[in-house]
């Protein structure tokens, strides 16, 4: 059955084909959720947050986000792996920054449109 959108068989296909048209291909697609669910979980979510403040060392995200060293180290290469943060080392000290600024608007738009229906 047809939806009145597409009146006609040419029509459907047409919409179909620009649909299409601007899909990602299935290993794109599988990126792409990766990160999504790498953002997802609200202690990375924390971890990003602190991060756009700047660069920091792991026990300064620790203490930002309240965590403990050990689970806030993991939740790092977690993001290290998916490409959102990238670290460089200082000395003794690993610092960890965004690699991923997109991501990162994706977050702004996010927390503004928390208050969005207020």
């Known amino acids: 059955m047809m939806s ?3 009146k006609t ?6 919409v179909i084909a620009k649909a299409l048209a601007t ?10 959720a990766a990160r999504f669910k790498a953002i997802s979980e609200p202690s990375r979510l924390k971890i990003l947050l602190a991060l756009s403040a700047g660069e920091l060392c792991v026990e300064h995200i620790t203490k930002a986000v309240g965590g403990n060293q050990s689970a806030v180290s993991h939740q790092l ?4 792996y998916n490409k959102i943060v990238k670290c460089r080392r200082d000395g003794k000290n690993m610092l960890y920054s965004v690699d991923d600024e997109h ?9 503004e449109h928390l208050h969005h229906d207020e």
């Open 23 to 32: 899909m990602p291909d299935d290993g794109e697609i599988g990126i792409m």
């Open 9 to 14: 068989p040419e029509e459907h296909e047409g």
């Open 4 to 6: 009145d959108i597409c």
């Open 103 to 111: 991501i990162m608007a994706m977050i702004e738009a996010a927390k």
């Open 77 to 80: 290469t977690t993001l290290k």
